[in-house]
C-alpha cells in the first residue's frame, strides 16, 4: 500500500521534529530571503546559495534532533576539550588576518574555533552541572565559571570581542539557570563594571574606536561611525509603513554597508517600516516563547540548562544584531538569526535548534 | 503524549529552575520593548528627519580606474600594453528575457557563438549586477548603430574600456602572466587583503607571471569622483574629483629577442629553457614550451579555447621552467664532482677501470653505465667530458647520501630560488630523513647509488638547475633569481631598483672549482659529450648533458628510443655557460622526450649562445623575430 509506505515515511520524518518550532523557522527564513533578494539587488544567485545554506542547516537540526539528548551530552566534554586545544593551537599557529589571530590553518581548509566553543561551552557547563546536581556548593559555581572563562579569555586575544562576549553571555546563563546566588550574581555586576576601565585599557585600537563611534557617530561619519549613520537613517526614513519591497532608496543605491549579512535588518527595516518591525519582533517571540515553554519542560538538569542557554543566547544575538543596526549597541559583527546571509551562523543556529527539537520529543528519562 | 519520568526531590528543583527561567523571560521581553521603543523613536518621532537625510544622500562616489602600469624588456621593448576600445556590456539583472533579447541584439551588432558562450561564462562567474562584455572591439559604425537603438535594450550599454594587449605572444605568456576578470574567489582575497576598496571599478586583475606577482605595483590607485545624483541615481554634476594614480611600469631583465631565438630552437618540441646572468641573478630569458597566446584571456577566454588549452596532453598553461620537475640527470654530476674533491674523497688523479657497470660488494644487482662495455680507465676530467655513470656509482657510494645531500644543497637543487614570480616548485634533493618523512621507508644504500647520476628521487626545475649553473659559472657566489629590473613610477619619475643580491658564496678550494669548470669545457671539445652542438663556435663555452630517465628499464633490458613510445622517451638536458672565461650567461635547458642532451638541447643553447654573444640570429628564426606587435591586433579581432 504506497498510502500507507508514504505515511510510514512521514512518520520518521517528523517523528523527532517540533512542528510549532519549525514553522517559525521557516518563516523567518522566508523573511531573510525576501530582504536577501533586495539586499542584494536582485540577485537571485546569492539568493539560492542561501537557500542551500538553509537546506544544509535544515538537515543538520534534523539529524540533531533525532539524536537523543543522552548521545548528545556524551559528546559534551570531548566536544570542549578539541574546541579548547583547538584554541590553544590558533593562539599559537593561527593565521593573522586584518591584526586578529582567529583561523586554524589545517590543510584542507580554515577553520574559526571559537565558532564552535559557542555550542561547546554551555553544553560543558551544563553536563557538568548534571554531573554535580545533588550538591551543588560554592566550589561547583567556581569550577563552572573557570570552564567558561578559560575559552573566553583566549578568544578575546585573539582578539575577538564580538564573539567573547556572546560566548561569556552563552555561558553566564548557565550559571545563573543553575542556581547562582543572587548575591554573587549583583558582585559580578559591580565587578564587570568596576574593570570596563582595565578592559578599555587592553582592547585594540579598533575596538576603541567602535566603541567610541557608538557614543558619537558623526566623529567617524566616513569610517567606523558610517555604518551606524548609514542604517540608522535606512531605518529611520522607512517611517510607519516602509518605503516597500525592493524599493529602499539607502538599500538600492547601496548606501548601506554589510548590507546582505550583519546590517540586513537595516533593508528589511527601510522597505517594510514599523509595522514589518512589529511583526519580524512578534515571530521572534513566538519562536522564543516555544523554546522557553520546551526550556521550562525538560526534565533534567542537563536539558534545561543546554535548552535555557540556548534559546537565551538565540535572544541575545537577536537584541544585539538589532541594537547595533539602530545604533544603540557598538557594531560588533553579530548576524541577525535566521535571516542574515551566511552559512556557518545559520548552521550553528540550527543545530541549537536541533537539541531544543531533541529535548521536546524524545522520551523524558531523566538518570535515577 | 510522550512518557514522562517523574523523579524524587523534582517538584522543588523544577519550581526554583522555573522562577528563574521566568525572570529571564521578562528580562528578555524588556530587552525587545527597548528595541521598539528605539524603532518607534527612528521611524515614528525622527522619521522626517532621517527622511531628508535619506533624500539628501545622493551624493554617490564612483571610482576612476587607474591605468595598468606596462610592461617592457630590458631593451625597452613593449611586453604588456594597453589600448581603449568600446565594449558593449549587459547588466543580466536588468535584462527581462535574457536570450530574447540577446537574440534581438545580434540583428543590430554581429554576436558570434563564440562571444556568446564566453559570456555565458562570464555571466556564471559574477553577480548579476555587474556589467559583463558581450562584445569587444566594437567600429566607430556598430558604435553608432547600437547608439541609434539603445533604446530597445535597457540594461545594455556601450562602456569605453582600456584593454590589456600582449604583442610578443605566445613566447613570453609563463613570464609576462596575462591579467583575467575579476571573479568572487578575486573579491573574497581582496577583501581579506584589505584591498577591495581599491580595486572598486576594476575588471581586470593578474593572473600568472608578472602580471599575477606584480599586482600590487601594477594596478595603481583608484581614484573618487563625488557626484551628485537625482533622485533615479543618474550623475548631475561632479562635486569634487580624486584623479586614480596609474600603475607602475615594469622593466623586465628578460631579453625579448634572445627569448624569442630560444622559443624558435625547440620548435615543436616540449620543453623549457633558463638563462640567467651569473654576476647578478638577471633572469636573461624563461622559456616554457609550449607557450599560449595570453591576449585569450583579457576578456574572459571562451570555452572551447580554455578546453583546448587546459585538456591538451602537452599542458600548454604549466610555466615549465619554474613548476616543471625532472631528474637532473647527468646535469647532476658537476656537482658531485666538486663533491668529491671538495670532501676528499677523490682526488683528480684518482683513476678506476669502467667495465659498463657497478655493483654493491656483495650485490649482483648491476647499475649500468649508459654506454655498453664501459668507458675503460676513467678519472674525474673524462668522468665529466664523457659523462661516464660508473664513476659517479662508485663516488656516491663512497660520499654517502648525507654527504651529497648537504653538500649540493649549496647549489639551491631541491629549494625554491625565491625569483619574484609566484608559483615556483621546490623540487626534491632526497636525504633519508625525507624518504622516513614521505614515504615512512628506510633509506636504502641503492637509493644512494641512482641519485650519484641526477636519477633516483632527484627532482629540480629548470630554474633551479639555471641557478645552480650560474653559480658555478661565477665560482660559488650565489645571487638570488629575479626578472623585475626596475620599478617605474610615471607621474613622479621615481624609479624603484632591484638590486643584485648576493646569498651566499660557497666555500671551497679554486683548484678544485678550476678543474671541475675545465672539465665543463671539455664536454664541448671534440670528444666530449657536446662536442657536435659545439662544433666551429667562436668562443669557449662550458656545458654538460643529461639525459632523464622517464621510465624504469628493467635488469639486463637496455632502453632503446625507437622502441619506446614518444611520450615515455628520455628527456634531454643541457646546462651550460659562456663565456668560458668570463660567464656572460648561464643557461639550462630540458627538452621533453628529446632523447639525448647532446643530440636535442646543445644545438638549442648553441643557438641562444651565438645570439647573446654574437647577435647571430639563426637562420629558421630570422623571420619570426622581425614579425612585431601590430600585425597580432588582426590575429585578435575576435576579442
Known sequence: ?368 | MKPTIELRNHPLETHKFRVRLAISAGFVLLLFLILLARFSYLQVVQRDHYHTLAEANRISISPLVPNRGMIFDRNGEILAQNYSIYTLEVIPSKVHELEATLDELATVIRITEKDRSRFKKLMNESRRSKSIPIRKRLSDEEVARFAANRYRFPGIDIQPRVLRQYPYGDSVAHVVGYIGRINDKDIEQLEIDEELDNYRGSHHIGRIGIEQSYEKELHGITGFEEVETDAAGRPVRVLSRTPPTSGNNLVLSLDVKLQQVADNAFGDRRGALVAMNPNNGEILALVSKPGFDANLFIGGIDHENWDLLNNSIDRPLNNRAVRGLYPPGSTFKPFMALAALELEKRTPEYTMNDAGFFSLPGSKHRYRDWKIGGHGRVDLHKSLVVSCDTYYYSLANDLGINAIHDYIKQFGLGEKTGIDIRGEASGLLPSPEWKMRRHNQKWHIGDTISVGIGQGYNLTTPLQLAFSTAILANKGKAYRPFIVQKISNNQTNIHQINQKDLLYTIQHKPENMALVREALVDVTQPGGTAANAAKGATYTFAGKTGTSQVIGIKQGERYDEDQVSERHRDHAMFIAYAPAENPQIALSIIVENGGHGGATAAPIARQVLDYFLLGELPQSTIAQVIDVPEAHHNHHDHL
Open chain 1, 1 to 368: 500500500m504506497p498510502i500507507f509506505e508514504i505515511s510510514k515515511l512521514w512518520y520518521y520524518l517528523t517523528r523527532y521534529i517540533d512542528t510549532f518550532l519549525l514553522i517559525g523557522i521557516l518563516l523567518l527564513m522566508t523573511i531573510g530571503l525576501f530582504a536577501l533578494y533586495s539586499a542584494t539587488g536582485a540577485d537571485f544567485n546569492r539568493v539560492s546559495k542561501q537557500m542551500i545554506n538553509m537546506l544544509v542547516a535544515l538537515a543538520v537540526m534534523w539529524v540533531v534532533a533525532n539524536i537523543p539528548l543522552q548521545h548528545i551530552m556524551r559528546l559534551a566534554l570531548p566536544m570542549y576539550l578539541f574546541g579548547f586545544a583547538l584554541l590553544i593551537g590558533v593562539a599559537l599557529f593561527g593565521e593573522i588576518n586584518n591584526g586578529a589571530r582567529r583561523w586554524l590553518d589545517v590543510g584542507i581548509t580554515r577553520i574559526q574555533p571559537s565558532e564552535l566553543m559557542k555550542l561547546a561551552v554551555p553544553l560543558m557547563m551544563a553536563w557538568y552541572f548534571d554531573k554535580y546536581e545533588i550538591t551543588l556548593r560554592l566550589r561547583d559555581y567556581i569550577g563552572a565559571t573557570l570552564l567558561l572563562l578559560l575559552p573566553v579569555l583566549l578568544i578575546l586575544r585573539q582578539p575577538d570581542l564580538g564573539t567573547a562576549l556572546l560566548i561569556a553571555a552563552s555561558g553566564f546563563y548557565v550559571l545563573f539557570l543553575a542556581g547562582l546566588s543572587w548575591r554573587i550574581i549583583v558582585g559580578l555586576l559591580v565587578a564587570v563594571v568596576g574593570s570596563i576601565p582595565v578592559l578599555w585599557a587592553f582592547l585594540h585600537d579598533y575596538q576603541r574606536r567602535r566603541v567610541m563611534t557608538l557614543f558619537d557617530p558623526s566623529q567617524d561619519a566616513l569610517g567606523a561611525g558610517y555604518h551606524t549613520i548609514q542604517s540608522s537613517i535606512a531605518i529611520g526614513s522607512g517611517g510607519i509603513v516602509g518605503k516597500g519591497w525592493l524599493n529602499g532608496t539607502q538599500t538600492q543605491l547601496d548606501f548601506l554597508p554589510e548590507q546582505s549579512t550583519d546590517f540586513i535588518f537595516a533593508v528589511f527595516s527601510e522597505e517594510f517600516g514599523l509595522i514589518g518591525n512589529c511583526f519580524l519582533l512578534l515571530l521572534y517571540l513566538i519562536v522564543i516563547g516555544r523554546c522557553l515553554y520546551i526550556t521550562a519542560n525538560a526534565s533534567t538538569q542537563f536539558t534545561r540548562l543546554i535548552a535555557g542557554s540556548i534559546t537565551l543566547t538565540f535572544c541575545t544575538y537577536i537584541f544585539v544584531n538589532m541594537g547595533m543596526v539602530s545604533g544603540i549597541l557598538p557594531v560588533v559583527g553579530v548576524p541577525l538569526p535566521l535571516i542574515s546571509y551566511g552559512g556557518t551562523s545559520m548552521v550553528t543556529m540550527l543545530l541549537g535548534f536541533g537539541i531544543l527539537m531533541s529535548i521536546q520529543t524524545h522520551p523524558k528519562l531523566v538518570k535515577t
